[in-house]
Structures are given as C-alpha cells and as structure tokens.
C-alpha cells in the first residue's frame, strides 16, 4: 500500500483494535509495512481483507480490513497466530 492512504476510524474500531491490545497507529504501520495479504471473503456484501505483517516496532500482527467510502477500515487486529506468523516468515520476498 502506498503512503497516504485515509482510513476510518470511530470510536467501536478503535476499541475493537484495544480490546486486542493493538493501537490504531500500529494497524496503519502494517498496512504500509508491505504486507502479505492472505485471504478475502464476502461478508454482507462487503469484501473482507485479511493480511499479515509488521509494524514500525516489530510487532506481527494479522488484521482484517474493508474499503468503506474511499478509506480502509479496520474490522479487527491482534497478534499473529502460528499459521499467519509461518506465512508471513515464508514469503517470498
């Protein structure tokens, strides 16, 4: 994703992502981290995202995003599990 990208943020994502321990900024580091993008699926009629990556302090995190209105969204963070950690470390670069 390229620098300067808007995303949305309201108070339900922002305590969604703080629930998980995971700070809006640390979502907006990943998604402009190269991310490896995993998986979509189709919820409601909305394209759903799943990536993986890190953030500016090393974090790896799996997020799941949308486009809503022009902006990037986010549904939910939290750290990477096992399978999401093993993708990230054996792509290709």
């Known amino acids: 994703?390229?620098?300067?990208?808007?995303?949305?943020?309201?108070?339900?994502?922002k305590r969604h992502l703080g629930a998980h321990k995971v700070a809006p900024a640390e979502f907006?580091?990943?998604?402009?981290?190269?991310p490896l993008d995993l998986n979509f699926e189709l919820v409601n009629n909305e394209e759903r995202?799943?990536?993986?990556?890190?953030?500016?302090?090393?974090?790896?995190?799996?997020?799941?995003?949308?486009i809503r209105n022009?902006?990037?969204?986010?549904?939910?963070?939290f750290p990477a599990g096992v399978s999401d950690r093993e993708a990230f470390l054996e792509r290709p670069i």
């Open 49 to 66: 995202y799943r990536s993986v990556g890190l953030t500016n302090g090393g974090r790896l995190l799996s997020v799941v995003w949308t």
């Open 28 to 34: 907006e580091q990943l998604l402009n981290n190269n």
């Open 1 to 13: 994703m390229a620098e300067g990208i808007d995303f949305d943020w309201d108070d339900e994502n």
């Open 70 to 77: 022009g902006k990037i969204r986010a549904i939910t963070a």
